[in-house]
Nanobody, 113 residues
Framework: QVQLVESGGGLVQPGESLRLSCRAS????????MSWYRQGPGKQRELVAT???????SSSDSVKGRFTISRDNAKNTVYLQMNSLKPEDTAVYLC???????WGQGTQVTVSS
């Protein structure tokens, strides 16, 4: 039973920080590449960042330098540290096992003054 559960979203002001977590179960987490996506209201789902099983990371240009993806295999958890948040970062953030149809339910991030 594969399950991904995101947490850590909330309402913050521009310039503030937030850390999202995604805990996985039902998979051999350590061998999986993991990604964070986001979907704003009325927008297409967008890839934000990816981390491979080896720990190699990539991120979209829109968040590069502000967001950092990381993982803790001992906790079966992938994180997204979001700094210097902007209103355009407002979206539902979803965890995904890369190249699969397994998704979490998402956590809402709202950046507003």
């Amino acid at each position: 039973q594969v399950q991904l559960v995101e947490s850590g979203g909330g309402l913050v002001q521009p310039g503030e920080s937030l850390r999202l977590s995604c805990r996985a179960s039902g998979i051999l987490f350590s061998v999986c590449s993991m990604s964070w996506y986001r979907q704003g209201p009325g927008k297409q789902r967008e890839l934000v960042a990816t981390i491979t099983s080896r720990g190699s990371t990539s991120s979209s240009d829109s968040v590069k330098g502000r967001f950092t993806i990381s993982r803790d295999n001992a906790k079966n958890t992938v994180y997204l540290q979001m700094n210097s948040l902007k209103p355009e970062d407002t979206a539902v953030y979803l965890c995904n096992i890369e190249s699969t149809h397994y998704w979490g339910q998402g956590t809402q991030v709202t950046v507003s003054s």
